[in-house]
């Protein structure tokens, strides 16, 4: 299993922007995919977007598919996430995740420590 660590997060006003990262510890992305997902207080854990690592396809819940952007930088080693147009309802802790899985949290095997991002309106 390889270890992620997140970053970017913050205290925004809305219509704000931030860029979060996702990197590995110890190791380069081998995995299949890489997704990021996000936690309100009082909230499950919500699918945010994916791509493949290999092939980067990228895919989007429908709340943020026309205002976030993920992308990964193969020299870097790293996959960001690009949040435009931030909404109040974008705070949460925001994780990254890699594994075998898509939409589903089950089908990810690693996980990162998780990033705030808080919208004020």
């Known amino acids: 299993q390889v270890q992620l660590v997140e970053s970017g997060g913050g205290l925004v006003q809305a219509g704000a922007s931030l860029r979060l990262s996702c990197a590995p510890s110890?190791?380069?992305?081998?995995?299949?995919?890489v997704g990021w997902f996000r936690q309100a207080p009082g909230k499950g854990r919500e699918f945010v977007a994916a791509?493949?690592?290999?092939?980067?396809?990228?895919y989007y819940s429908d709340s943020v598919k026309d205002r976030f952007t993920v992308s990964r930088d193969y020299a870097k080693n790293r996959v960001d996430l690009q949040m435009n147009d931030l909404r109040p309802d974008d705070t949460a802790v925001y994780y990254c995740?890699?594994?075998?899985?898509?939409?589903?949290?089950?089908?990810?095997?690693?996980w990162g420590q998780g990033t705030q991002v808080s919208v004020s309106a």
């Open positions: 995740a890699a594994g075998p899985g898509l939409f589903d949290a089950r089908g990810y095997d690693s």
């Open positions: 110890g190791r380069s992305f081998t995995t299949y995919t």
């Open positions: 791509i493949t690592w290999r092939d980067g396809i990228p």
